[in-house]
T-cell receptor
Framework: AQKVTQAQTEISVVEKEDVTLDCVYE???????LFWYKQPPSGELVFLIR??????QNEISGRYSWNFQKSTSSFNFTITASQVVDSAVYFC????????????FGAGTQVVVTP | GAVVSQHPSWVICKSGTSVKIECRSL??????MFWYRQFPKQSLMLMAT?????????EQGVEKDKFLINHASLTLSTLTVTSAHPEDSSFYIC?????????????FGPGTRLTVT
């Protein structure tokens, strides 16, 4: 089973500022995947990124980037040059390869971007 | 990309009545689907795993007699909230995975907002 901690309840920024969301997880699995999802006010979950446990290469995709540190069990997510449309709740979720589909979502971080 | 739909998108019902929520995989087959529940300002919690052709498995603390799950085909799972009460008011989301690929991406439905009055 996994456990996820998203310590930041809410982050408020002004447009164009960068936002970094923290995620710390616990797992006993050797093979697992890490996800970030966005949930705008409409409620629908939007897939952002996925990372597997044996690939610690950090990447940038457009305005999104992530920092996966297996040694500290952290999977942080950054939005560069935030926009008002980025306002949403962001969830971090690890999933074991052996129990795929059974997400253990973190508590979520509310991001508020003001003009 | 793969699409999962839910019907209805929102429903209001009176206390004591039953409500059925459908989850469909529109362009792929899913032998397993998952049901999540999200109370206001809270995270998503896994309720149960829906298995095509067999009984659903429920997470600890979820009443199986209250939340009936039927997965009669490879593209449809239904969640019936029986004798609904105001405390069942929540956002219900299903998810499914396309078995034809090896991706671990999970396709979520758009959710159903249930309000019990």
């Amino acid at each position: 089973a996994q456990k996820v901690t998203q310590a930041q309840t809410e982050i408020s920024v002004v447009e164009k500022e960068d936002v970094t969301l923290d995620c710390v997880y616990e797992t006993r699995d050797t093979t697992y995947y890490l996800f970030w999802y966005k949930q705008p006010p409409s409620g629908e979950l939007v897939f952002l990124i996925r990372r597997n446990s044996f690939d610690e290469q950090n990447e940038i995709s457009g305005r999104y980037s992530w920092n996966f540190q297996k040694s500290t069990s952290s999977f942080n997510f950054t939005i560069t040059a935030s926009q008002v449309v980025d306002s949403a709740v962001y969830f971090c979720a690890p999933i074991s390869r052996d129990s795929w589909g059974k997400f253990q979502f973190g508590a979520g971080t509310q991001v508020v971007v003001t003009p | 990309g793969a699409v999962v739909s839910q019907h209805p998108s929102w429903v209001i019902c009176k206390s004591g009545t039953s409500v059925k929520i459908e989850c469909r995989s529109l362009d792929f087959q899913a032998t397993t689907m998952f049901w999540y529940r999200q109370f206001p300002k809270q995270s998503l919690m896994l309720m149960a795993t829906s298995n095509e052709g067999s009984k659903a498995t429920y997470e600890q603390g979820v009443e199986k007699d209250k939340f009936l799950i039927n997965h009669a085909s490879l593209t449809l799972s239904t969640l019936t909230v029986t004798s609904a009460h105001p405390e069942d008011s929540s956002f219900y989301i299903c998810s499914a995975r396309d078995l034809s690929g090896y991706s671990y991406e999970q396709y979520f439905g758009p959710g159903t907002r249930l309000t019990v009055t």
